[in-house]
């Protein structure tokens, strides 16, 4: 258990719907970041927060958007959704010591849009 | 931007038999991070690595910071079926402030008993 929790761990929605999937990171980790999966694929980068501000953009759609609230927690919304946007959506937060940075991952939320 | 590149994408060997993979880059990379991944589950941190040259074992696991700062090894040994799943390296550019983790395309492990 990586201490990051994800929920939900599954949904299956209808194209044109939104959805929201949510991430705790883990106690203490300030940075959450979310990731993409398609089937078969690598992780794709979207979004970082750290401590409730955006802090870096990867390939995230405009469609897509995300917050941190100030319990840490974070969301990341998905509108208009379109059948190529089923994927695994992975939440993970950082520690940062003097060494370096690590990330932990979440279990992750499977999406299924029909 | 940067790029990961792992190899081999996939390999076959029998229970027992010892696993090398790799992870290049074309740039400088301050944190070598490796992640095991199970089907329909979250990558999981094997290990973690942040000195050119540092080697880091954990259990069978070992996996080394190359010393050019371009690259990153990690070697299974004796094999085990629960070995199965794809292996991830991710890297931190450098300098990396403001840098966000870059992850390979997986070496997918099977092993036969």
């Known amino acids: 258990d990586s201490g990051v929790t994800q929920t939900p761990k599954h949904l299956i929605t209808a194209t044109g719907q939104r959805v929201t999937l949510r991430c705790s990171p883990r106690s203490g980790d300030l940075s959450v970041y979310w990731y993409q999966q398609s089937l078969d694929q690598g992780l794709q980068f979207l979004i970082q927060?750290?401590?409730?501000?955006?802090?870096a953009k990867g390939n995230i759609l405009e469609r897509f958007s995300a917050q941190q609230f100030p319990d840490l927690h974070s969301e990341l919304n998905l509108s208009s959704l379109e059948l190529g946007d089923s994927a695994l959506y992975f939440c993970?937060?950082?520690?940062?010591?003097?060494?370096?940075?690590?990330?932990?991952f979440g279990p992750g939320t499977r999406l299924l849009v029909l | 931007g940067q790029q990961l590149n792992q190899s081999p994408q996939s390999m076959f060997i029998q229970e027992g038999e010892d696993v090398s993979m790799n992870c290049t880059s074309s740039s400088i990379f301050n944190t070598w991070l490796w992640y095991k991944q199970d089907p329909g589950e979250g990558p999981v941190l094997l290990i973690a690595?942040?000195?050119?040259?540092e080697l880091t074992s954990n259990g069978r696991l070992t996996a080394q910071f190359g010393i050019t700062r371009k690259d990153s090894f990690l070697n299974i040994s004796a094999s085990i079926p629960s070995d199965v799943g794809i292996y991830f390296c991710a890297g931190q550019p450098y300098p990396n402030y403001g840098q966000n983790f870059v992850f390979g395309p997986g070496t997918r492990l099977s092993v036969l008993p």
């Open positions: 927060y750290y401590n409730g501000e955006e802090r």
């Open positions: 993970a937060s950082s520690v940062a010591s003097r060494a370096g940075e690590t990330q932990y």
């Open positions: 690595l942040y000195k050119a040259g």
